[in-house]
């Protein structure tokens, strides 16, 4: 089975792959199941609603999803495309512990809609590491250790998700270049063990690939620590933001996972794992 489970389309600001797009393009590449995971970024976004605050950065609004809207047009598709494609109802939460009461919020509202939440460090205070503007004035010991304590504070805490995703995404965006992960080990499996005993995942993040990293996004090592630790719930997702992304490198991601002796891959239904074979 192929599944993309960590699909971007023009519901999330920095896309402008339209939904029918990206469905018609995953029929065409012969994806079975694709989970649509766009954005939502408290903290730095607001939401649709509140359209008269809305930032603009470089003339672009900065808003979270539409909703309404998003959960409407994917049941739409679904019906539409029944028995070509099946779709899933997800969202990628950017959460921060100050942000914890808006996406437990949030989770509370459309929890009846949500097939998957992909839970993502991509702030913290409020500043993006993308742009520098979080490590800026750090040493790399500082910035990275501040990135995986925001992690461990927030999944102590919110529980509403199913997998971390890119859980050492730091690291693209790391200009000093790799940090020893023997002195980050500690951090990261004492997340993993809360994420475990949660019942919860991470994902295999296949944009390692177009990044030109040299290693995977979560990188070895942290995988390695997952299996060994017992994780069992493993997503794989393009991350794609644009069609040429989309579906890239998943079955790269099967026979990488098989080889680190994984043996199920997950899809969501309603919040709840089924697990496939790696085949
Ligand atoms: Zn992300
Ligand atoms: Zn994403």
Same mark, same amino acid.
């Given at each position: 089975m192929l599944f993309d489970?960590?699909v971007?389309?023009?519901?999330?600001?920095?896309?402008?792959?339209?939904?029918?797009?990206c469905i018609?393009d995953a029929i065409d590449l012969g994806i079975d199941e694709i989970?649509?995971?766009?954005?939502?970024?408290?903290?730095?976004?607001?939401?649709?609603?509140?359209?008269?605050?809305?930032?603009?950065?470089?003339?672009?609004?900065?808003?979270?999803?539409?909703?309404?809207?998003?959960?409407?047009?994917?049941?739409?598709?679904?019906?539409?495309?029944?028995?070509q494609i099946t779709?899933?109802?997800?969202?990628?939460?950017?959460?921060?512990?100050?942000?914890?009461?808006?996406?437990?919020?949030?989770?509370?509202? @459309?929890?009846? %809609?949500?097939?998957? !939440?992909?839970? +993502?460090? /991509?702030?913290?205070?409020? #500043?993006?590491?993308?742009?520098?503007?979080?490590?800026?004035?750090?040493?790399?010991?500082?910035?990275?250790?501040? @990135?995986?304590? %925001?992690?461990?504070? !927030?999944?102590? +805490?919110? /529980?509403?998700?199913?997998? #971390?995703?890119?859980?050492?995404?730091?690291?693209?965006?790391?200009?000093?270049?790799?940090?020893?992960?023997?002195?980050?080990?500690?951090?990261?499996?004492?997340?993993?063990?809360?994420?475990?005993?949660?019942?919860?995942?991470?994902?295999?993040?296949?944009?390692?690939?177009?990044?030109?990293?040299?290693?995977?996004?979560?990188?070895?090592?942290?995988?390695?620590?997952?299996?060994?630790?017992?994780?069992?719930?493993?997503?794989?997702?393009s991350?794609?933001?644009?069609?040429?992304?989309l579906g890239?490198?998943i079955?790269?991601?099967?026979?990488?996972?098989?080889?680190?002796?994984?043996?199920?891959?997950?899809?969501?239904?309603?919040?709840?794992?089924?697990?496939?074979?790696?085949?």
């Open positions: 489970y960590h971007h389309t023009a519901f999330s600001d920095d896309s402008s792959y339209p939904m029918s797009d018609l989970c649509f995971t766009d954005h939502v970024d408290y903290g730095i976004k607001l939401d649709w609603d509140q359209s008269k605050k809305f930032k603009r950065v470089n003339g672009q609004l900065m808003a979270n999803v539409d909703y309404p809207l998003y959960f409407q047009t994917i049941s739409h598709y679904q019906r539409l495309f029944k028995g779709l899933k109802k997800g969202l990628e939460f950017g959460v921060q512990t100050h942000t914890i009461p808006l996406y437990q919020a949030l989770f509370d509202e @459309y929890e009846n %809609q949500l097939d998957f !939440v992909i839970l +993502s460090i /991509h702030q913290v205070d409020d #500043l993006e590491f993308w742009t520098q503007d979080y490590q800026k004035g750090k040493s790399q010991k500082e910035y990275i250790e501040g @990135y995986y304590r %925001q992690m461990y504070d !927030v999944v102590r +805490s919110f /529980h509403d998700y199913n997998v #971390l995703g890119h859980m050492d995404m730091i690291n693209r965006y790391d200009l000093i270049g790799n940090y020893p992960f023997e002195l980050v080990k500690p951090y990261i499996a004492e997340i993993l063990k809360v994420v475990i005993a949660d019942e919860k995942g991470i994902e295999l993040n296949t944009s390692s690939h177009r990044y030109g990293l040299n290693d995977s996004t979560p990188c070895k090592a942290i995988m390695e620590l997952y299996r060994d630790l017992g994780g069992k719930i493993i997503t794989i997702g991350d794609a933001h644009s069609k040429q992304h890239a490198y079955n790269e991601g099967k026979a990488y996972l098989k080889s680190l002796g994984f043996e199920w891959q997950c899809a969501f239904y309603q919040m709840n794992p089924s697990y496939y074979p790696i085949g």
